[in-house]
């Protein structure tokens, strides 16, 4: 599927019309589960919260996240902090969002097998490019485009980073807002994308969007639609890709 979107961007280019490609950061370029680790091993460093959930944080030093947790409940549980003690999980609740939504964690995300690969084979086809996300430009937007210089991702007249205005912003409204208003702009537009809610969204106002699920991990709110393709990595030359 991969290669065929490789295909038909250099056919839409050789026609000289234009084809946008379109990617959502977290979960979809990028395993934000790493991020998360960090943070939560980061609390357990504090003395203050040492000293204030020593037998919380004794069991938080050997947190591990997965690529398919969601937040961190599901590490948490797995660690043996399952919710019995509320002004703990308030606490570190409070910790994770606080540094999850900011600049200072982004460094330790790693990316998907092959994304960056992909994204330059899309340059390189004659594709522009939209990083579309649901960061918001005032806590996220210095550090995401630190980040994506520093992987090598495209940023240029043709490779866009589209951050939300302001934290406030319902991310499947802007998501969906921002392609219809570029719609009319190209012959053909594909959209990478983690989370069923914008998908759904999405899919009443943009049909001939071309989606494609990343199946890596969601809010659980909705199910992606079924009739999408749905990929896990960006690995070219595979069996269907």
Not at 188 to 195: A, M
Not at 203 to 217: D, L
């Amino acid at each position: 599927m991969l290669e065929q979107i490789l295909d038909n961007i250099r056919a839409i280019t050789q026609q000289g019309e234009k084809s946008l490609v379109v990617f959502d950061l977290d979960s979809t370029l990028f395993d934000v589960s790493p991020r998360v680790e960090r943070i939560l091993l980061d609390f357990a460093a504090s003395p203050f919260n040492q000293k204030k959930f020593p037998e919380q944080v004794r069991l938080l030093k050997n947190i591990k996240t997965l690529r398919t947790d969601w937040g961190i409940s599901g590490a948490l549980q797995r660690a043996g902090l399952d919710g019995a003690h509320p002004e703990f999980q308030e606490a570190v609740r409070a910790y994770w969002q606080k540094h999850f939504f900011s600049n200072h964690y982004l460094q330790f995300d790693s990316l998907y097998e092959g994304a960056l690969e992909f994204v330059l084979e899309v340059e390189k086809a004659g594709a522009h490019i939209a990083y579309l996300t649901g960061r918001d430009v005032e806590r996220m937007g210095v550090g995401s485009t630190e980040i994506m210089h520093q992987w090598g991702f495209p940023l240029n007249e043709r490779a866009h980073l589209v951050l939300k205005p302001h934290r406030s912003m319902d991310d499947a409204q802007f998501k969906t807002d921002w392609l219809i208003e570029n719609d009319k702009s190209f012959k053909k537009i594909y959209f990478f994308e983690n989370e069923p809610v914008n998908l759904v969204h999405l899919e009443q106002f943009c049909p001939h969007v071309e989606m494609i699920f990343f199946e890596s991990t969601h809010s659980g709110k909705a199910e992606a639609p079924s009739k999408l393709p749905r990929i896990m990595n960006y690995l070219l030359h595979q069996k269907g890709s």
